[in-house]
């Protein structure tokens, strides 16, 4: 497993940006595919984006395609999601999470290691 924390939530009007961080420990974070989930007040949590180990791969939910942007850097055991245009349901906690199998899955159960959340706040 890897150790998962992210970073960059925070408050912003509708049709903002964000760019959210999740920073893994260990050295074997390019063999993971990495996912972000959210979870919005009294909803259950649901996948967003996916990358496959290489980055060659992405995967987004029809809900941010087109606004959402997934990406990781190897070198720098690091995946990040680009916000744009954010909506006042986009607000949730997000979490970063990794898939040992390598290949982008948008199940929750596939993917061995959650962090610990940060929150986005959209505001209307």
């Known amino acids: 497993q890897v150790q998962l924390v992210e970073s960059g939530g925070g408050l912003v009007q509708a049709g903002g940006s964000l760019r959210l961080l999740c920073a893994a420990s260990?050295?074997?974070?390019?063999?993971?595919?990495m996912g972000w989930f959210r979870q919005a007040p009294g909803k259950a949590r649901e996948f967003v984006a996916g990358i496959c180990w290489s980055g060659g791969s992405t995967g987004y939910a029809d809900s941010v395609k087109a606004r959402f942007t997934i990406s990781r850097n190897n070198a720098k055991n690091t995946v990040y999601l680009q916000m744009n245009s954010l909506k006042p349901e986009d607000t949730a906690v997000y979490y970063c999470?990794?898939?040992?199998?390598?290949?982008?899955?948008?199940?929750?159960?596939?993917?061995?290691?959650w962090g610990q959340g940060t929150q986005v706040t959209v505001s209307s």
């Open positions: 999470a990794a898939a040992e199998g390598g290949i982008v899955t948008r199940r929750q159960f596939d993917y061995d290691s």
């Open positions: 260990g050295r074997t974070f390019s063999r993971y595919a």
